[in-house]
């Protein structure tokens, strides 16, 4: 997709932005049948949400999950860092258990989001691993926040790139685990991360990198998503998105402002897209809406580009040889289930995991079935190492 240098609508880009956030917003609203007395009864104030995003953007994700209204931070890190790209952009790194555990899991979040994404999992993970010889935790856990993302360093605009985002996997692979087994958990952007480290660095797989997980991720064609709407207004979104795009890259200030006071609408929209169930905690709902708050909107333009125009689908071919796990919400709006299928049809050995009732934050939506999913699935990986 190729990026505008200029308005669209020349000397009415601001308006023309403002216009186009809104209606492409209002129309996806609308399509998914969402009432206003939801609305109201869900809603987080616009002032709050501002509040809540200026606190995301300047906090760390442990100062993060120290706010969280659900009670999900579970233990503090062991150890944090900052990882150094190649380009100077520093990444926070957050790891909990011992650093010789046998075993390095490594989780990679998704777009507009932050390590935080991994709450759930970060609580209950470790105690899940545990042997039952004392109790010593199978794995060591790492977590970090992608260049933009959380408490992450910015990189120039040129290298929001899915290229870029494995390089910085990489990176983060040689400087806080430069030995021992690996296993990568990627979820939606952070899947296709681990897809592009494949691309890039196909010999890790097989030796350094012994497991894969995908969860509600895609190896392609993310242009042609609907996102669950009527193709009347699937055409009303194509035309309006490129104007928000670019006022969002090139007006951000101006856009951040609309953010706010749009804060209603762009909260039942995410939770709308995020989440299946009908009784989702509204604190889930504010957990979420403070990651993507903390996520500036020029980053969020940045990388639509590289998100919409990704072809990953050869890639895949290095994971045939590391046991594979992918897992998706049977009603992700985002990334529907059939872009599973297509992964799995290129990895026939994988282990496909479907959780009922999820849509596309099923890692938090559904985080018992998540964990538990993952914890079989690392045992199953630790009992062959053995075995071995």
Do not use: C, K, N
């Given at each position: 997709m190729a990026r505008p240098t200029r308005p669209p609508t020349h000397g009415r880009g601001r308006t023309a932005g403002v216009v186009g956030a809104a209606v492409g917003l209002a129309a996806a609203g609308t399509a998914l049948g969402v009432g206003l007395t939801r609305i109201a009864r869900r809603r987080v104030r616009a002032a709050e949400l501002g509040a809540a995003g200026e606190r995301a953007a300047a906090l760390s994700a442990a100062q993060l999950r120290e706010d969280d209204p659900l009670g999900t931070a579970g233990r503090a890190a062991d150890r944090t860092a900052l990882v150094q790209a190649d380009d100077g952009v520093l990444l926070s790194v957050e790891e909990i258990g011992p650093r010789d555990a046998p075993m390095t899991v490594v989780f990679v979040h998704g777009y507009t989001l932050s390590m935080a994404s991994w709450a759930f999992q970060r609580r209950s993970l470790a105690a899940e691993l545990a042997t039952a010889n004392g109790h010593r935790p199978d794995a060591r856990l790492v977590f970090y926040d992608q260049r933009g993302h959380g408490s992450s360093g910015r990189g120039a605009p040129e290298r929001s790139t899915i290229e870029q985002l494995a390089r910085d996997l990489d990176t983060v692979l040689r400087m806080r685990v430069p030995s021992g087994p690996v296993v990568?958990?990627?979820?939606?952007?952070?899947?296709?991360?681990?897809?592009?480290?494949?691309?890039?660095?196909?010999?890790?797989?097989?030796?350094?990198?012994?497991?894969?997980?995908?969860?509600?991720?895609?190896?392609?064609?993310?242009?042609?998503?609907?996102?669950?709407?009527?193709?009347?207004?699937?055409?009303?979104?194509?035309?309006?998105?490129?104007?928000?795009?670019?006022?969002?890259?090139?007006?951000?200030?101006?856009?951040?402002?609309?953010r706010v006071l749009a804060a209603d609408l762009v909260s039942m929209v995410t939770r709308s897209l995020s989440f299946a169930s009908s009784d989702?905690?509204?604190?889930?709902?504010?957990?979420?809406?403070?990651?993507?708050?903390?996520?500036?909107?020029?980053?969020?333009?940045?990388?639509?580009?590289?998100?919409?125009g990704m072809d990953e689908i050869g890639s895949l071919e290095p994971l045939r040889r590391v046991p594979t796990l992918v897992l998706t919400g049977d009603k992700d709006k985002m990334i529907p289930m059939e872009h599973s299928e297509r992964i799995v049809e290129r990895l026939p050995d994988a282990r496909y995991v479907v959780v009922p009732d999820a849509g596309h934050l099923v890692l938090l939506e559904k985080s018992d079935e998540v964990t538990g999913a993952l914890a079989a699935f690392l045992r199953r990986l630790a009992a062959g190492a053995s075995a071995h």
């Open positions: 990568l958990v990627g979820h939606s952007m952070g899947g296709m991360t681990i897809m592009g480290l494949a691309a890039l660095r196909p010999e890790l797989f097989g030796t350094r990198v012994v497991g894969v997980a995908l969860l509600s991720t895609s190896s392609g064609q993310l242009a042609e998503l609907t996102f669950g709407l009527p193709e009347l207004l699937t055409r009303v979104r194509a035309a309006v998105f490129p104007v928000a795009a670019w006022t969002m890259r090139h007006r951000p200030a101006f856009a951040e402002r609309t989702v905690d509204p604190a889930l709902g504010r957990y979420v809406d403070s990651m993507i708050a903390g996520t500036p909107v020029d980053v969020i333009a940045e990388f639509y580009p590289a998100l919409a």
